[in-house]
């Protein structure tokens, strides 16, 4: 039978996209909130793990795979264009090659380290949440949301930070690593009230409640969903 096009579905998968490739622009810089010092991307990228979340609980582990993939593919579009753009001679009126430059300069770097970071990440967070929810039973899905974003969390940030930002001194790194990811699983505890009534809203709408049993937790299997 020939599935049904899910209009949630693919707004979510848009919207996690376009999370993640500004996140890896915004990272450029560091900004100072609260007394910490965090790559600017700490604002949006949250984001895209409650949207994880959000597609793993419903709609399954594996059109969560294909997500993340989709993602990537869409990043690099973006920064292989960005380089083009950086090689190619500016307007000579135009006084802003120098900023541009930088931005994209940096971002092949950045992006090979979200590359590492966010697959390793965001497969560890859609594989844990959907194996807590076949145990579980489907219940609990604000704790199971809280510990796969911790673990994906955490592994993104001690693969993301020492290549994005390598040069930087251990200690401040290691600072940056733990505010980062402390910050990141605030920012989720908090919207999680409204991460739950999204998710059992569009379980409602959708009619879609995926267990994830007898599948493959292969994260370069992409063909199968």
Not at 12 to 37: E, P, Q
Request: overall charge positive.
């Amino acid at each position: 039978m020939k599935e049904k096009f899910s209009p949630l579905f693919l707004l979510m998968a848009v919207t996690f996209i376009v999370c993640l490739v500004a996140s890896n622009l915004f990272a450029a810089k560091l900004i100072h909130i609260f007394g910490l010092d965090l790559p600017g991307a700490v604002l949006v990228f949250p984001i895209s793990y409650i949207l994880n979340d959000c597609i793993c609980e419903v709609w399954g582990y594996r059109k969560a795979r294909l997500v993340i993939w989709l993602a990537f593919a869409m990043n690099f579009f973006v920064v292989i264009f960005g380089q083009f753009l950086v090689w190619m001679p500016a307007a000579p009126f135009w006084d802003g090659a120098e900023h541009f430059n930088y931005i994209f300069h940096l971002a092949p770097r950045i992006a090979t380290a979200s590359l590492l970071a966010f697959l390793v990440g965001s497969w560890l967070n859609a594989a844990v949440l959907s194996k807590m929810k076949v145990a579980s039973e489907g219940r609990r899905f604000g704790i199971r949301a809280i510990v796969s974003s911790l673990a994906g969390e955490g592994i993104d940030s001690l693969i993301f930070m020492p290549i994005a930002f390598w040069g930087l001194p251990v200690g401040t790194l290691a600072t940056m690593m733990l505010c980062q990811v402390s910050f990141k699983v605030v920012y989720e505890i908090v919207v999680l009230p409204l991460t739950v009534r999204v998710v059992q809203w569009v379980k409602v709408r959708e009619s879609v409640d995926t267990f994830d049993k007898n599948i493959s937790y292969n994260p370069f299997k992409i063909a199968d969903f």
